[in-house]
């Protein structure tokens, strides 16, 4: 019987994908520990998370981006 996963939600899987240089590096635009500003700016995180120029410290593998991605399809848990 396989095993089934809790729903993605921010706390538990999104906010840890997001390092300290991270958060500091977009301060100046919304806090990526705040479930309200990633929620909010979703799209444009993912579109810049796509493309390679988000995070600052290198681009996220596949997976990590499956799971933003994910997230938001889910409706962006908390």
């Known amino acids: 019987m396989a095993a089934t996963r809790e729903p ?3 706390e538990r899987d ?5 390092s300290e240089g991270d958060r500091s590096a ?3 635009a ?4 705040s479930y309200q500003d990633v929620a ?3 799209s444009a995180i993912l579109a810049r998370l796509r493309d390679g120029s988000m995070p600052c410290d290198g681009a996220w593998p596949a ?3 499956e799971l933003f ?3 938001i399809a ?3 848990p908390a």
Not at 14 to 18: A, C
């Open 74 to 76: 889910a409706g962006k």
């Open 63 to 65: 997976d990590q981006i």
């Open 26 to 28: 977009m301060t100046f």
């Open 40 to 42: 909010r700016e979703s």
């Open 8 to 10: 993605v939600s921010f």
């Open 30 to 33: 919304f806090d990526l520990w």
């Open 14 to 18: 999104i906010k840890p994908l997001f």
């Open 69 to 71: 991605e994910a997230w």
